[in-house]
């Protein structure tokens, strides 16, 4: 992304709720495009012949990902075949289609055939719709060059607005993006429809960004957290402000090292991507990492703990590139910058050498991607989607 984009908000078509995703396993799916099967043609099953129960229902999927369509059916020794714009597809044998999805399948439909000794019967046809990707427009901010693109503290409606210096962001349940203005030190509120407001004056802009369900925010402001309520008053919630360390314990005596990414789970508690602190001794090339490199939680009574990572750690960056393999059984990072949790509890963590999908319970990673992320401030999993990423 070029420079002239970190002063401007950026939506994707919010009516066909496609995104625009960078990794994830999972299938897109657009849930106003679900549907549209249930109703199907039956046999009579007096005569043994096959019934379909539940017929395949139309979808919505991104271009590359695989899609599955499913038919139930009941009575004797069951065979199916599948159809293609009413073409029978060869090897379609089965009570799923498996496919991967490409832009000559947009608007295809898919019928099965069910058939036993008795009879057969045709399963109403499924839609499938094909996206390539999500529409991007301009949603706040000023885009393109010369005064159009020049940074600023304006509120304001869509271009109108503008920001000095965007930072990390968050959503909250009604749509409202909130972005933290690093460099005016302001927290901005961005309406679904463009509408740019100043919330907070003086926020703690040093890391991450988090909404919690009561519509507190939280930020980072030198080494500690700190929770701002709705109306704007600032309080030290966990660390010591210039202490560096990796203590757990209650909120004022617990200490951080470099807090950055901030996200809830789903009990409530607040994770925080605790990178390190990184120095140079004297002609050295190689940085010293020290404490950090953990993922901490805090409860909502403000008790902090490390749930990854290894707390305490003092290293160089050439004794970790030095170890082939990692050691994932540890769950190791470098500098963590940025996380999201999905509906298994499971987080996703952005570290400066990758994203890895960590599962708390067994204190287990998982690379995702191995690629050097030196700019990216925020991440977060799609709502609705089974495992993709937007950063």
Request: with cysteine; glycine share 14%; charged share 15%.
């Amino acid at each position: 992304m070029n420079k002239d984009t970190n002063t401007a908000a950026f939506r994707v078509d919010a009516a066909r709720r496609q995104w625009l995703t960078l990794l994830g396993s999972g299938s897109l799916l657009s849930l106003a495009g679900c549907g549209g099967g249930g109703g199907s043609t039956t046999a009579d099953t007096s005569t043994g012949q096959p019934r379909i129960t539940t017929a395949p229902a139309s979808a919505t999927v991104r271009e590359g990902r695989t899609y599955t369509l499913t038919v139930e059916a009941s009575g004797p020794g069951l065979s199916y075949q599948w159809k293609r714009n009413g073409s029978p597809i060869q090897g379609a044998s089965a009570q799923q289609l498996q496919r991967t999805a490409t832009l000559a399948d947009q608007g295809a439909s898919f019928s099965v055939v069910v058939s036993n000794a008795a009879g057969q019967v045709e399963s109403t046809a499924a839609v499938l719709s094909v996206s390539s990707g999500g529409t991007l427009s301009l949603l706040a901010g000023g885009l393109g060059t010369g005064s159009a693109a020049q940074p600023g503290a304006v509120d304001g409606e869509g271009a109108q607005a503008r920001f000095a210096n965007m930072g990390p962001c968050c959503l909250d349940p009604a749509g409202n993006l909130y972005v933290m203005d690093v460099q005016a030190a302001t927290l901005r509120q961005v309406s679904p429809t463009g509408v740019v407001t100043t919330l907070f004056t003086g926020f703690p802009v040093g890391g991450g960004l988090a909404r919690d369900a009561q519509g507190n925010f939280y930020g980072v402001r030198n080494r500690t957290i700190v929770r701002v309520s709705p109306n704007g008053v600032q309080q030290t919630w966990a660390g010591q402000a210039g202490v560096l360390g990796y203590a757990d314990g209650p909120g004022a005596t617990a200490s951080f090292a470099n807090p950055k990414g901030l996200a809830f789970d789903r009990q409530g508690h607040l994770l925080v991507c605790d990178a390190s602190e990184q120095s140079y001794e004297g002609l050295s090339v190689y940085v010293t990492y020290t404490y950090g490199s953990t993922i901490r939680s805090i409860t909502p009574a403000g008790v902090v703990s490390t749930v990854a990572g290894i707390p305490g750690r003092v290293f160089r960056d050439y004794d970790y590139w030095n170890q082939n393999p990692m050691a994932h059984q540890d769950v190791t990072f470098l500098t963590p910058k940025a996380l999201a949790t999905d509906s298994t509890g499971s987080l996703w963590v952005l570290d400066v050498t990758g994203v890895r999908r960590v599962d708390l319970a067994s204190n287990t990673a998982v690379w995702l991607v191995k690629e050097h992320f030196t700019t990216v401030t925020s991440m977060s999993l799609l709502p609705g989607s089974a495992g993709d990423l937007c950063l």
